[in-house]
């Protein structure tokens, strides 16, 4: 059984170093720009901080991998193309590419540098993967977290392209790469800007009623004074349907595999990722210690294998709407 | 050893909700400006030139409000952009890295109001910060 690396979040140089301290065996990161699906103000790597968290993680043995995975916008591919340039000359171990025609590019400029394709990619079957392989010579794929472990093992199955699917992290309705939700509110969207919900378009107010949270003056929800509170994306607003006000899309929740690590090993997973370039370096110290932990454990202990009371009160305080769900993976009716 | 949860005794609320804010806030931005002089706020702070931010700590009832000035923090009077709120205790373990203010945000300790943008903007710039070690000796051992 092989085991997994596990990829963690780094939006900023405290967090890339937490990572790697914790025993991360890659860590993702961007520019600050549109180039990548996390361009929040204030996140993410300049040249010098880029440069010096590359130095550190190689330093100790560990990959740097570079997400440029939202899609260039007519007329401005440059800049794309650029963010690929910029990955390799820092020499990051990989970049993590969606747009099929930076794939290509990325693969004739620079056939070095390895390349994954990003969940931004969407490909949810082999022959998408295979393609991918074909075409552009992708050495892995981010899996959408759409697909039911007995599928993620179809796919593995069927192609020699390395495997990586999210372990742990907020969850949102998962049309990856082609969610137009947050567009039709703001005008951003992940595939166009590297934002969803941008928070200038967001505000929080509290009012009689409980704290109000509404994204371009549309109230997307209203939370009571104990009432735990999730991201302002639309998608996991409550709306009123019918006369019934409830999350109508989606609830906020976060994805935990912690419970089925040994049988994703089983099936061939490559890497397990977590998610969250948006969050604080406390956030990204104690989810990759705990997944660190309970990765070692899964290969050690095999059958006798179970989770640990700690690991899951750890990950669920961190969780958003502090509900922890198996997604799709589990999907017993099936 | 993580710092325990706490909220500030009621008398020193009670008190402090009668002191005026000005000399707590001037306190504030010096050790704001001293650090920066001293090169522990590393990064470009230029977002918050004339911006005006304030801070708010529920159990003392009070809080400091500042901007910057050429690039230096100034106590101010006006109706702030962004407010956040919180307790000490919280704030402290955002300092010392022991809470995500996301998690905090969804748990409802940390309040933000106004300008989002500017508030989740210091937020990161806050983050991207390397951790000063004076702030490690807060922690109980």
């Known amino acids: 059984m092989r085991k997994p690396e596990l990829v963690c979040p780094a939006g900023s140089l405290p967090s890339m170093k937490a990572a790697i301290d914790h025993g991360a065996d890659a860590v993702y990161m961007g520019l600050k720009d549109a180039t990548n699906a996390r361009n929040f103000a204030g996140l993410n790597f300049d040249a010098a901080a880029a440069r010096e968290g590359i130095r550190y993680a190689h330093a100790k043995g560990r990959k740097v991998l570079m997400a440029i995975n939202t899609f260039p916008q007519a007329g401005q591919s440059a800049t794309w193309r650029r963010a690929v340039d910029t990955a390799a000359d820092w020499g990051v171990d990989a970049v993590i590419l969606a747009d099929a025609a930076l794939l290509d590019y990325a693969a004739k400029t620079h056939p070095n540098l390895r390349r994954h394709l990003s969940v931004q990619g969407s490909a949810t079957n082999y022959e998408a993967i295979n393609l991918c392989r074909d075409l552009f010579g992708i050495e892995r794929a981010v899996l959408p977290r759409v697909l039911t472990v007995p599928q993620v093992e179809h796919v593995i199955q069927h192609t020699e392209v390395e495997i990586e699917v999210f372990g742990f992290g907020s969850l949102c309705v998962m049309v990856e790469g082609r969610c137009l939700l947050s567009s039709y509110a703001t005008g951003e969207s992940p595939n166009t800007a590297g934002v969803c919900s941008p928070a200038k378009a967001v505000r929080w107010a509290q009012t009689p009623q409980g704290m109000e949270s509404r994204l371009s003056g549309i109230l997307i929800d209203r939370y009571g004074n104990d009432e735990p509170a999730g991201y302002p994306t639309l998608c996991k607003g409550r709306f009123e349907v019918n006369d019934e006000t409830y999350y109508a899309l989606e609830e906020p929740t976060s994805l935990n595999v912690v419970a089925m690590l040994p049988e994703l090993m089983k099936i061939g997973v490559s890497a397990i990722k977590v998610e969250g370039r948006q969050r604080s370096p406390a956030y990204v110290a104690e989810v990759t210690k705990t997944l660190r932990a309970a990765i070692d454990a899964a290969v050690s202990e095999g059958a006798r294998y179970h989770v640990k009371p700690a690991w899951q009160a750890g990950l669920g305080k961190l969780a958003e709407g502090q509900q922890q769900t198996l997604g799709a993976y589990s999907r017993p009716w099936k | ?141």
């Open chain 2, 1 to 141: 050893m993580p710092l325990p949860d706490f909220t500030l005794p009621g008398p020193l609320a009670a008190i402090a909700r009668h002191l005026p804010e000005r000399p707590a806030a001037f306190a504030f931005t010096t050790a704001l400006n001293l650090a920066k002089r001293a090169g522990k706020l590393a990064g470009d702070w230029e977002f918050l030139e004339g911006r005006t931010v304030r801070i708010e700590i529920e159990d003392l009832g009070s809080g400091v409000t500042f901007t910057a000035a050429a690039g230096r923090f100034h106590p101010v009077g006006n109706e702030p952009e962004v407010r956040f709120a919180a307790r000490a205790s919280d704030y402290l373990k955002i300092a010392l890295r022991e809470e995500d203010p996301d998690t905090l945000f969804f748990q409802r300790r940390l309040k933000i109001e106004g300008d989002t943008e500017l508030g989740l903007e210091l937020k990161n710039h806050l983050d991207a910060l390397e951790l000063p070690a004076f702030l490690d000796r807060l922690r109980p051992h």
